[in-house]
């Protein structure tokens, strides 16, 4: 759903007749978001994949390592390169398009499935001649990066509070298991020395929520939120893992069952620290942006 920001704030009106009523009403999905290039990685300004204008249209050329859902979805955002790279502007170039899949000739998208360390579907994608009308560009050619960061703020935010409720998930399990696990004669959640690190995630966890709900508060209210949305992603992503982290040791051995669900609260809430941005490209953010500090990358 975080996708769908862009194309309500930059998408034309006829972009939004045609696909808004259809995709609230669950008839057309909007969930898979083109942007990830192997050789880019989190410069995301330096991606490669090209979208040439040809007549009516534009044809796409490129390589994508991570495209999420993009099998579960009718219609995908894309970020693609519309001029050379120019070191003095160097997010400038860049467009975004809402490609509408069931349109496309299946043979100019190849989609092969990431394995990951949990269950996702994620893609690797190739684009080979992917022709796409004129009407799919979003807003003004060139002007998709500014559009994309629109779109992260609301992503951050969102995946923020995910990250709080698999760990406030977690925390419920090890506490459940804490109180009916006996061992030397007692609830192992009698010792403290399980009991303190599960409530200190507790609070961890509500003093991350408050910084969730305030960047959705000013995201809601059209204020600025870059600082706050990115803040929200870093505090919930760490209160999260912690949380799961520290479920996983409640529950010893059992952490590691797939019947207690805690060991998949593990895998997930770990990708947090690393997307939809790393925990260190947040902190650069923060260094930047609200420190003024001189930009290190
Ligand atoms: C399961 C999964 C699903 C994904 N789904 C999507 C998707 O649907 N669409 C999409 O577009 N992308 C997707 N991604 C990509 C994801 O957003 C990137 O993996 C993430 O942004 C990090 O980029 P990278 O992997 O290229 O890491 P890199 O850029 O290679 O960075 C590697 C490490 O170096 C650190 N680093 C790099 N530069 C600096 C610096 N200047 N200062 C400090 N540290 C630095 C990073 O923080 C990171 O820890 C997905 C990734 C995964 C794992």
Not at 134 to 143: F, K, N, S, T, V
């Given at each position: 759903m975080y996708i769908m920001g862009t194309l309500l704030r930059h998408g034309s009106e006829a972009q939004k007749a045609r696909y808004l009523p259809r995709i609230a009403s669950g008839e057309l999905r909007l969930q898979a978001f083109s942007v990830t290039e192997a050789e880019a990685g989190s410069d995301t300004?330096?991606?490669a994949t090209t979208a040439r204008r040809d007549g009516d249209g534009y044809v796409v050329d490129g390589h994508k390592n991570w495209t999420s859902r993009i099998a579960q979805s009718d219609l995908l955002l894309l970020l693609a390169r519309t001029a050379e790279r120019d070191e003095r502007a160097r997010s400038a170039g860049l467009s975004l398009f809402l490609v509408d899949?069931?349109?496309?000739?299946?043979?100019?998208i190849e989609v092969t499935q990431v394995r990951t360390m949990f269950n996702y579907a994620t893609n690797e994608v190739r684009y080979r001649g992917l022709r796409i009308p004129?009407?799919?560009?979003?807003?003004?050619?060139?002007?998709g990066f500014r559009y994309l960061l629109d779109g992260l703020n609301p992503e951050r935010i969102l995946l923020g509070a995910e990250a709080l409720g698999m760990g406030r998930a977690a925390i419920r399990h090890a506490a459940r298991y804490a109180k009916e696990r006996i061992v030397f004669d007692r609830p192992?959640?009698?010792n403290q020395g399980i009991a303190f690190p599960l409530a200190d995630s507790v609070a961890r966890l509500d003093a991350a929520e408050l910084i969730v709900r305030n960047a959705a508060w000013r995201y809601d209210r059209g204020l600025p939120c870059g600082r706050e949305a990115n803040v929200a992603k870093y505090l919930a992503a760490e209160a999260g893992f912690t949380a799961a982290d520290r479920a996983m040791q409640t529950l010893?051995?059992?952490?590691?069952?797939?019947?207690?669900?805690v060991e998949r609260y593990f895998r997930e809430a770990r990708i947090l620290r690393l997307a939809p941005v790393s925990q260190e490209m947040v902190l650069n953010y923060v260094a930047q942006h609200v420190l003024d500090l001189p930009r290190s990358y």
């Open positions: 300004t330096s991606i899949l069931r349109e496309v000739r299946a043979e100019s004129a009407a799919a560009l979003i807003g003004e050619e060139g002007e192992i959640g009698q010893g051995g059992m952490g590691y069952a797939t019947e207690y669900h």
